[in-house]
Nanobody, 119 residues
Framework: QVQLVESGGGLVQAGGSLRLSCAAS????????MGWFRQAPGKEREFVAR????????LYSESAKGRFTVSREKAKNTVYLQLGYHKPEDTAVYYC????????????WGQGTQVTVSS
């Protein structure tokens, strides 16, 4: 199975920017979509954004809209999440996940990367 590895998390000040990366191993990687999710302490995991792998169309949660940007680089099997205009409530572990064709679920998840926003 393809492995997803996130990177780029860290400590950032409110109002700053940070770019997360999610690299997929393996020669053949062609999911239906790649998604970003996050889980804050004591809260359930929530959807942040997703990008259709083939056509590049995007979808964002209301909290991410206008502040975050999801993109992908097909040649590198990598998806990115650019976080901007951070707020302390963006502090969470961020996960990337792959959704295959003909499935309603994201079935392949990375290990997560911690993002901490200081006020």
């Amino acid at each position: 199975q393809v492995q997803l590895v996130e990177s780029g998390g860290g400590l950032v000040q409110a109002g700053g920017s940070l770019r997360l990366s999610c690299a997929a191993s393996g020669r053949t990687f062609s999911p239906y979509a790649m998604g970003w999710f996050r889980q804050a302490p004591g809260k359930e995991r929530e959807f942040v954004a997703r990008i259709r792998w083939s056509v590049g169309s995007t979808l964002y949660s209301e909290s991410a809209k206008g502040r975050f940007t999801v993109s992908r680089e097909k040649a590198k099997n990598t998806v990115y999440l650019q976080l901007g205009y951070h707020k302390p409530e963006d502090t969470a572990v961020y996960y990337c996940a792959a959704k295959p064709y003909h499935s309603n679920d994201y079935n392949n998840w990375g290990q997560g990367t911690q993002v901490t926003v200081s006020s």
